[in-house]
């Protein structure tokens, strides 16, 4: 409860509002009030409620129900003028426990159920002009909190929320056009390494007017479903142009009794790459189709997106996943959507790398360290899903999938895609994900090592025209975007220290002083060799030096590769 300041906020509110407490004092020396002097023998009562609409502490409209009011002045539960729980020698005991109670109770109340006003006497839309919520019964003394006017019942839906799994994996989710050659064993293949790693589904993301879409649709789900896995589409309305009302509907429909679909609450879960021009269509299909939607609206920006799109989904996705610029990534965007979408769903993006050299996009984005810390980042914002950007988008250079072959490899790709894996990024996405769904720390049982950097030093080559940021951000050098170094994570079970050498260069060591992750890098300053990371206890090798590929003076081509190499213990 340490970290819920809106929630404190809203319970000395609720303090102030409703409390019609009062105090009793014995007099016991004639003490002097206004005109009249109180005589020694009698008690004095003080009711609490006049404290707590003092205007001169509590701002000109003190029967203004606002916790904003606590959250600007953090010492307003300290004034005189409040007093929730008496004061004096008689000050309440039990009021840290009660607090405790109450906050606790409501978080889990509200993390547990979905709530929905329905009406009653003074509910909202019952009778014009009534209060949406019970009117406070302030015409009499109370022990402690005013009860409502006797009859002003507001009536409630309270829903249990079903436990969904939350870590999905935008293959790109699994891209269907870079599967368009796939066997069903390769939907099978895929789906074995995403589970072994925690990722609970696959977001198909497929283009309309695509001959292949039926065909490995089908592959998907029928391999999906023979391995207890989950699926849900993504409609790309960006690739081939938007998808028609009616097509949608088709497909929803079709595989919404399939035991592989993604749903929430009983629908379909479906998200989408952007699309927000035909955001109105989502009705029509929703009165089709029931349907759990999570759109990637993101070119609108939050703010647009909470004033005239929140009415038509469950919730948002953003594919605000990169940095602009020489920059490291901040969770700023993730904070903006996830206050836009208010009590509805926020699906947080998370990615390795950006990097692209095609004929219709030649940029980079700062991957670095991203991959770490994106993962701390969803550790502080708690999102409802994490989806993983992405299994198989080669092109843009952020797939954590293997290579499975040249057919899903868009032309002009490969210069920058062939022998340069990514498959060691999952290998702890066992423990980002346990940790997030779990909220704490799981045990670490075995020790690994991941690492990843690019093959030359950025200025070493031509960089082929790639510029820093996308076409529609300010323009920013591309080496001055990405950093030359090696960096790394070391999962240990122990204090621990972990060597990294270039070459035969004299190793860097790090000293990772706890159990758990430790995440660092170190620059190439003109070394050139193989990458060896080494991970030792009390002297000896705890992870035996794991070798990557050899980092040299200027790319071979004399092209700039900017896409990362990536190896790891396993």
């Known amino acids: 409860m340490d970290h819920c300041p809106r929630l404190e906020a809203v ?296 004033t005239s799109k929140l009415d038509v989904v469950d919730g948002a996705f953003s594919w605000d996943a990169w940095p602009q610029g020489a920059v490291d990534k901040t969770d700023d965007s993730d904070k903006a959507w996830k206050a836009a979408v208010g009590s509805k769903t926020y699906m947080m993006p998370v990615s390795p790398w950006f990097y692209a050299n095609l004929p219709d996009k030649n940029y980079v984005w700062r991957g670095d360290d991203l991959w770490h810390e994106r993962w701390q980042q969803v550790l502080d914002i708690q999102p409802h899903f994490v989806e993983i950007i992405t299994w198989n988008d080669y092109g843009e250079s952020h797939y954590i999938g293997p290579i499975t072959g040249a057919s899903g490899i868009p032309d002009g790709a490969h210069k920058y895609v062939d022998s340069m894996p990514h498959d060691h990024w999952r290998d702890l996405l066992p423990y980002y994900i346990e940790a997030y769904k779990s909220g704490g720390s799981p045990t670490v049982n075995t020790d690994k090592v991941q690492m990843w950097y690019r093959l030359s030093p950025a200025a070493a080559g031509s960089n082929g025209g790639t510029v820093g940021n996308a076409p529609w951000e300010p323009p920013t050098d591309a080496n001055s975007v990405v950093q030359d170094k090696v960096f790394f994570t070391a999962l240990v079970k122990e204090p621990s220290t972990v060597s990294v050498q270039i070459g035969s260069n004299e190793a860097d060591t790090f000293e990772a002083s706890s159990s758990g992750l430790f995440h660092a890098s170190t620059p190439f300053n003109g070394r050139t060799g193989e990458v060896t990371v080494t991970v030792s206890r009390n002297g000896q090798e705890v992870i035996p030096a794991v070798t990557g590929a050899a980092i040299v003076a200027s790319p071979p081509n004399g092209l700039t590769n900017y896409n990362a190499w990536v190896g790891g213990s396993g």
């Not at 509907?249 to 079709?254: F, V």
């Not at 592989?260 to 989408?272: W, Y």
């Open 11 to 306: 319970y000395w509110e609720v303090m102030r509002v409703t409390n019609g407490a009062l105090s009793a004092r014995k007099i016991v020396a004639p003490t002097p009030m206004g005109d009249k002097i109180l005589q020694p023998g009698n008690t004095i009562l003080l009711p609490f409620r006049q404290l707590h609409h003092n205007k001169a502490v509590f701002g000109q409209d003190p029967r203004h129900f606002d916790p904003e009011r606590f959250l600007k002045d953090a010492n307003l539960k300290n004034n005189a003028s409040y007093k929730p729980f008496g004061g004096g020698v008689n000050y309440c005991p039990g009021r840290f426990l009660a607090k405790q109670e109450m906050l606790v109770f409501t978080a889990l109340f509200i993390h547990r159920f979905d709530v929905e006003v329905v009406g009653g006497t003074h509910g909202a839309g019952t009778v014009p002009g009534k209060p949406s919520f019970p009117e406070l019964d302030v015409s009499t003394p109370a022990l402690g909190i005013n009860g409502p006017v006797k009859g002003s019942d507001v009536f409630i839906n309270v829903r249990e929320r079903k436990q969904i799994p939350r870590v999905v994996e935008a293959p790109e989710l699994q891209e269907v056009g870079n599967t368009a050659a796939y066997a069903p064993s390769d939907w099978e293949n895929d789906i074995n390494l995403a589970k072994a790693v925690g990722i609970d589904a696959f977001a198909l993301n497929i283009a309309a007017q695509t001959n292949y879409n039926d065909v490995q649709l089908e592959n998907a789900y029928r391999a999906a479903e023979s391995l207890g896995f989950k699926l849900f589409l993504s409609f790309d309305y960006a690739a081939q142009g938007p998808w028609s009302s009616s097509a949608v509907i088709t497909l929803l429909q079709r595989y919404a009794d399939n035991s592989a679909q993604f749903k929430v609450n009983g629908a379909s879960f479906v998200s989408t790459f952007e699309g927000p021009n035909n955001s109105e269509d989502w009705r029509t299909i929703r009165a089709s189709v029931p349907i759990f939607l999570l759109p990637d609206w993101t070119s609108v920006g939050p703010d647009a997106f909470r």
